[in-house]
């Protein structure tokens, strides 16, 4: 069975698997603007670093289109009548408030912002052709952007699954799976590039609080495809790593830094220390498009803080006292130190990570 695809745009729409609703409804939200699709992404129908960067590359396209057919020059503040270059520049610096709209959606993972950057070069580059022109051309590079993430995740599965030993129970955190991407996942692509590749896999899902990826998506995803899966409260990874029910964890990622330290869902962290402790090996699976060399450190990593209601409900279900004072930080960072490799679509980067990043993604 082929993996979910939680991103499909057709007829001027953007399907958007809910990923709220699961596992209990497979429901999409349709989009039909930028503003449904920024939405969709803040309120999280769609999480998931690649596929928040997809999302938003498609509705940047979106946006184009709307500016191009008319919505434009009735903008307030935008002459009417205006016709040629000047039109396109217009045109374009409408474009880039709407790519700015889509980047402030959620901070932490840079997908997002290498999606709308890579968008807004195309437009520029493609200025020539007129608004119009610019807005097929977006709809091609977004299309272009969510194919390529697939292509990435399979070949980071095929490099990531020779290090998962022959018989193996997979430790891994939120949901790094098809949900999160185009459609094959990071972490859960080296798990189906392994299982595919016939070694008897197995994988401890942590339930991953406050939002619960790791129980609602991870283990519906894997149970939809057969993949054994067995479903734990974060607090119990320690005690399965002292029991020695734990080979290797595999988790996604954020963003990663050019010294390695890594950026992803909360609790991460914790797992990573918890791994060397235990002398297991901690993996980071990423595309390129998640490796943000502009950063030297992780310290520059803006990190997500998110509504408390989160924290303080399980569902609709009011789970603490009202008023009490909550934190709710939706990432954490891992130090490079911790990482014993990067799984990437370029190969396995190893410690030094500055060096070998560098040497890797340095030209881009
Ligand atoms: O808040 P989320 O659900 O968007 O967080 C997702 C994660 O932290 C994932 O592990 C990460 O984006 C990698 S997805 C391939």
Known sequence: MEPVQPIQYKDGRL??????????????????????????IEDMAVRGAPAIG???????????????????????????????????????GALEGIGERLKRTRPTAVNLFWAVDRMMRVATAQASRGPMGISVALFEEAKAIADEDVAMNRRLGDFGQALVPDTATVLTHCNAGALATGGFGTALGVVRAAVAAGKQVQVLADETRPLLQGARLTAWELSQEGIPVTLITDSMAGHMMQQKRVDVVIVGADRIAANGDTANKIGTYSLAVLAKEHGLPFYIAAPSSTIDLSLADGKGIVIEERRAEEVTRIGQTVIAPPGVKVANPAFDVTPARLITAIITDRGVVKPPYHDNLRALFGAR
Request: aromatic letters at 6%; a negative charge; glycine letters at 10%.
């Open 15 to 40: 399907a958007l698997i809910d990923q709220r609703r699961l596992p209990l409804e497979l429901v999409t939200v349709e989009c039909e603007t930028y503003e449904d699709v920024a939405k969709a």
């Open 54 to 92: 997809i999302a938003a590359a498609y509705g940047v396209a979106m946006g184009a289109k709307a500016l191009a057919t008319g919505a434009t020059f009735s903008r307030p503040g935008v002459p009417g009548g205006t016709s040629g270059a000047a039109a396109t520049e217009l045109f374009l």
